[in-house]
């Protein structure tokens, strides 16, 4: 037993003095506390419910976990993978000794140099707009609408785009 844990129906019994303990009296004692039992619930499902949303953060094994257990508890099919990135190009200096071929789009092919490399930008290679890629069986039946709310309430604040695809 937890500290939470209470049994309102022993209590009942337990603070009555034996004198009193009748069937009418317990009956009646019950009826009033009928209330207490009904705050109690509802603060033990909410008390359940904190514990489970304080349990799981952003991470992207827990964010799975309450994809899973939301959508998909019993295949658990509901995984997460990186968005598409670039890779950025690096030049090199001489002494280093990794050359890179910066050719020209005409030049494509056509020479016995590999295929040109493509300068971009930081920006350009961070993500192409999708942070992470959500995806989700075809057999598991989901409302997308709840499944984004569900996503947006744990994941991190950074990473604003994502897709779901079924698979």
Not at 39 to 50: E, G, K, M, T
Not at 60 to 68: H, I, P, R
Request: contains cysteine; aromatic residues 14%.
């Amino acid at each position: 037993m937890g500290l939470f844990d209470i049994n309102y129906d022993d209590l009942v019994l337990q603070v009555l003095p034996v004198q009193l303990r009748k069937d009418i009296m317990i009956a009646w004692l019950k009826c009033l506390v009928a209330p207490v039992k009904w705050l109690y619930d509802i603060f033990s499902a909410n008390r359940s419910s904190n514990l489970y949303v304080l349990a799981h953060d952003g991470q992207v094994c827990y964010l799975e976990a309450v994809l899973n257990d939301a959508f998909d508890n019993i295949g658990r099919g509901i995984y997460i993978t990186d968005g598409p990135f670039r890779d950025p190009l690096f030049l090199y200096t001489v002494p280093e000794v990794k050359p890179v071929w910066l050719g020209l789009v005409s030049e494509e092919g056509s020479t016995s140099y590999p295929d040109p490399e493509w300068l971009y930008t930081e920006a350009e290679t961070y993500f192409l707009g999708i942070c992470f890629i959500i995806h989700v069986p075809s057999a598991v039946v989901f409302d997308l609408a709840h499944l984004r709310a569900l996503t947006d309430k744990y994941r991190l604040p950074g990473r604003s785009n994502y897709s779901v695809v079924t698979y």
